[in-house]
């Protein structure tokens, strides 16, 4: 029953123990001639309990004498030197008179809030901690240690094309690894050949399918009505011809010609898609200069710009059939029997890190390349140390939104200071930042709300596999170092310091885990490892000093040396700093030296905050910088 009515003789019936009613108190009247605040009285057996909270002050006030005499309700608190209140019930709310200790007689009234109702008297305040984002080596150079683990780079071209004769993929080779290599995996480009060799490999993997559930599911996101689909480009199709009976690929040609000036006197359907998919990423990049290409093409048949128009809406269905048939990939039982685990997220939850098989979301980012990039969201307790509650109100509303609300929140902070702002202090220079810049700036974000792994929807699910793993695996690593208490920092002053990972390292431990966790996997099915193997050996032939191709040489040198076993936890323990690896006993010793001409990235400070919120929009009400500050390069 409701708990309003036990405040009255109306009802007898027995009260919930711990159970909570909140008012809307307003007093009149006097000086001030106005107070609001939120009432709560509970009843805990056969006590009465009860606080106040007033819009013009942070602490709750107890409100005692809590009795209901007829049809009456009395309470005191201690507001204006101690008020004494006594109402009478008006259907669901509450109204009367409050003596203060001035004398002064004051009208107020009660007004009863629902549970759904969400109520401050005051604006909730929160103070977030000066945090610091230390500099990190972005240099390639590795201390002779490391440099010496390296495994030869041979091995991963000879990977690649092995993999590629294994499955069926055409293994490029000089300036046609650099300049096709992007367009194919997207389906752009050579797109018959590579369709067929993905969709052999779905037909030997609807073969191997044992469970008939298991089997339908496939079915329905790969083979419907009997065609295959290997990307979002055939989803696209299939949902355009679902959408508009007797759709063709080819009947977008005209208004396409129309749109180059003429330029084409005939599209192949591997040139439409492309130009259907540049179409999809100007409308999500920027749609008003969509919105004029429309129009332009409007020069054309009607049908024809229908037509376009019904294939390029097509695409976001599309992006939602690609999410969830890598969710189907990753966790639906459908491996080959022998396997060490019966889905690839069982394979990468054996892993010695936090997180389980827990995937990450998975959304669609247009980079316009074959890429991923993973969102990593910190654990509540270091929420909880980043930003505090000033008032009770703030804490309720935190309970109430969460903490993944407030992070999207603290993105929404706006700058009280001039971008390019330098502060100098202890031989550093920082550059403040707010975590809405740095969330844009870096690949990775910051302190988001969720963990997701971001993604370009064209790399087919097939290709997509192992890149997801690597993000996840990001991910993962990430949750390692935080669970370690070696990623964030808190200093005796209130600071906080976040050491990013090394890019050597970080993308080390992606890929040479990646190639581990799936290795029993794609020495069945060489396809789901093809593009990360492929990736690795452009990089062999055109920049071999990038972090994924000199992380995973190291950590497959380290492997080799040290074992798989006592890598990992190596490569959590050093994340931010190669030199202090290269010393490690296990690796070079304490003597080993460190990287000639390291090179290290400026660190970043984003000053100490306090900001209020209404409903989920923040204010600033002010910000300062704390010094001294620490941070500026990775503590030994």
Do not use: C
């Not at 060490?340 to 827990?358: H, R």
């Amino acid at each position: 029953m409701a708990l309003f009515a036990a405040l009255t003789l109306a009802s007898t019936a027995p009260l919930r123990a711990q159970e909570e009613v909140r008012f809307v108190l307003v007093v009149t009247g006097g000086i001030p001639p106005y107070l609001r605040g939120e009432l709560r009285l509970a009843r805990n057996g056969a006590d009465w309990r009860g606080t106040l909270a007033m819009e013009d002050r942070d602490s709750l006030l107890p409100v005692t004498g809590i009795a209901f005499p007829a049809d009456s309700v009395l309470f005191e608190t201690p507001l204006l030197g101690g008020m004494h209140f006594r109402g009478r019930r008006q259907q669901e709310n509450v109204a009367g008179e409050a003596v203060a200790a001035d004398g002064v007689v004051r009208g107020w009234t009660a007004n009863r809030l629902s549970r759904s109702q969400e109520y401050y008297p005051s604006l909730p305040r929160f103070t977030l901690r000066q945090i610091v984002v230390a500099g990190v080596r972005t240099s390639s150079a590795l201390p002779p240690a490391l440099q010496a683990l390296l495994r030869p780079g041979e091995e991963v071209d000879s990977l690649y094309r092995a993999r590629s004769t294994a499955a069926g993929w055409r293994a490029l080779s000089g300036a046609a690894l650099a300049a096709d290599r992007g367009p194919r995996a997207l389906g752009l480009f050579d797109r018959s050949a590579s369709r067929a060799v993905q969709q052999g490999a779905l037909v030997a993997i609807e073969s191997g399918i044992a469970d008939p559930a298991v089997r339908r599911h496939f079915v329905a996101l790969f083979h419907p009505a009997g065609n295959w689909i290997v990307d979002i480009h055939d989803a696209a199709l299939r949902f355009a011809q679902l959408a508009q009976p007797g759709f063709r690929l080819e009947s977008i040609a005209p208004a396409l010609e129309v749109l180059a000036d003429g330029a084409h006197d005939s599209l192949t359907a591997e040139q439409i898609v492309a130009a259907v998919y540049r179409l999809v990423q100007l409308r999500e990049t920027d749609s008003a200069a969509f919105a004029l290409m429309l129009q332009d093409s409007a020069a054309g048949p009607v049908a024809t710009r229908r037509a376009l128009v019904t294939l390029v809406d097509a695409y976001r269905p599309a992006f939602e059939w690609h999410a969830a048939a890598l969710r189907f990939l990753l966790t639906e039982r459908w491996l080959p029997a022998g396997l060490p685990a019966p889905t690839i997220a069982a394979m990468v939850a054996a892993l010695p890190f936090p997180g389980g098989d827990t995937i990450p979301l998975l959304r669609a980012r247009l980079i316009g390349y074959a890429q991923a990039y993973p969102h990593i969201r910190p654990p509540d307790r270091w929420v909880d140390s980043l930003v505090q509650p000033e008032n009770p109100n703030a804490g309720a509303w935190r309970n109430r939104h969460g903490r993944s609300e407030l992070l999207q929140v603290l993105h929404r902070l706006v700058p009280a200071f001039d971008t390019g702002t330098v502060v100098a202090e202890g031989g550093n220079e920082y550059r403040l930042t707010t975590i809405g810049q740095q969330g844009v700036e870096r690949e990775t974000g910051f302190l988001e709300p969720a963990d997701v792994i971001l993604i370009e929807p064209a790399l087919p699910p097939l290709l997509a596999v192992q890149t997801v793993v690597h993000e996840w695996i990001h991910i993962r690593h990430e949750h390692a170092r935080e669970a370690a208490g070696l990623a964030w920092r808190i200093s005796r002053g209130g600071v906080a310091t976040y050491q990013p990972v090394t890019p050597v390292l970080a993308e080390g431990v992606a890929e040479w885990e990646s190639e581990r966790v799936l290795a029993p996997l794609t020495d069945r099915l060489p396809l789901l490892g093809v593009f990360e193997a492929e990736k690795r050996a452009a990089m062999l032939a055109g920049s071999p000093e990038d972090s994924h191709l000199l992380g995973f040489r190291l950590a497959a040198g380290l492997s080799a040396r040290l074992g798989e076993a006592k890598i990992l936890p190596l490569l959590v323990r050093y994340a931010g700093d190669l030199d202090a690896l290269a010393r490690d006993p296990a690796v070079g010793g304490p003597g080993a030296r460190p990287a000639r001409s390291a090179t290290w990235s400026a660190p970043f400070l984003v000053p100490e905050t306090r900001f209020s919120v209404d409903d989920t929009t923040p204010e600033v009400i002010g910000t300062r910088v704390r010094v001294p500050i620490a941070g500026g390069r990775p503590r030994q």
